[in-house]
């Protein structure tokens, strides 16, 4: 399963892509915003993305609205990451259809309870 790591900051990139490869899970790419996020989806389809929020150019919100909006990635799970814990934050990516939330800072379990929890249901 391929999974999408889209965060302007290389050391959160590093932590989520470590975080992932100590789950055994080897085939990551990477995007720097959420527009190299979309033309990175249209060489190598992802199956999971994973994004921050809080980023130049496009951010994590617009990246969700723009994948949903295209049928061919309208079911691709997406897991948001982001310091923006405040309850307003959290229903605004929920509506814009993010599966789920991981507040910064987190640690390896969290994220792979919420993986796990999206890819059940
Ligand atoms: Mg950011």
Redesign the pocket.
């Known amino acids: 399963m391929k999974y999408l790591v889209v965060?302007?900051?290389p050391t959160?990139r590093r932590i989520v892509i470590n975080a992932l490869k100590s789950f055994g899970i080897e085939d990551i790419i990477e995007a720097e915003d959420g527009i190299d996020g979309l033309n990175k989806m249209k060489d190598s389809k992802p199956e999971f993305i994973i994004t921050?929020?809080?980023?130049p150019n496009m951010n994590g919100l617009e990246f969700t609205k723009a994948v949903r909006g295209n049928p061919e990635y309208a079911s691709i799970p997406i897991l948001m990451v982001t310091t923006r814990g405040l309850k307003q934050d959290i229903i605004e990516a929920l509506q814009a259809k993010v599966n789920n939330y991981v507040v910064k800072p987190f640690t390896p379990l969290v994220l792979k309870e919420k993986i796990g929890a999206i890819l059940k249901t």
Not at 52 to 55: A, Y
């Open positions: 965060d302007d900051s959160m921050d929020w809080n980023m």
